[in-house]
């Protein structure tokens, strides 16, 4: 690969980093060709992209993001790397791994590291935690939730509670008649 080929994969992936809030970065060495066709093809079910770079192309791309991802240097940046881009969700690819692992079997694909709106996680026993991370629309609506239930439950007291005044002031006023 030419210097000028690398610095076009490095630009690539830059603009992707930039882009995409949310990435993934496995080990699928001990994938046959076929387990990785269905690998890609899984993520691509999914929405997806996975791109096989290497490891020196990707750190020097996730130098310009201007987060540091020094800690990926000794466990991630070693051995193959794939990355998975996902736009939208945080957990869903952490799902899909875990589905691969049971599909294809444990030793099979390895997670080494992701990053989650800036957000460092590595190794393999991250992963799990990856599966309950909630996405910044999921955090919004449960906020939202929250901060409607008080004015709610304020507002049916005072429907109720306003028509037992109602039903009160017209008692009274039966009576006195």
């Known amino acids: 690969m030419t210097k000028e080929e690398k610095g076009i994969i490095i630009q690539e992936l830059s603009e992707k980093f930039a882009a995409t809030p949310y990435f993934y970065i496995t080990d699928t060495g001990g994938l046959t060709v076929a387990e990785v066709n269905a ?23 996730l130098e310009t993001t201007g987060v540091d991802y020094t800690s990926f240097n000794d466990t991630v940046f070693k051995g193959l790397s794939g990355i998975i881009f996902s736009p939208e969700n945080p957990k869903t690819p952490a799902k899909l791994i875990k589905d691969f692992k049971k599909e294809a079997g444990k030793d099979k694909i390895k997670f080494k590291g992701a990053s989650i ?59 006195e008649g």
């Open 39 to 61: 690998f890609r093809r899984m993520c691509f079910q999914r929405g997806f992209e996975y791109r096989v770079v290497k490891n020196t192309l990707i750190a020097k791309a």
């Open 117 to 175: 709106e800036g957000g460092l996680y590595i190794g393999e026993d991250q992963l799990a935690a990856l599966e309950n991370v909630k996405s910044k629309q999921e955090m919004i609506g449960e906020i939202v939730g929250l901060l409607q239930s008080p004015a709610k439950n304020v507002v049916s007291a005072l429907q109720s509670s306003g028509g037992k005044l109602a039903g009160i002031i017209k008692t009274l006023s039966e009576r």
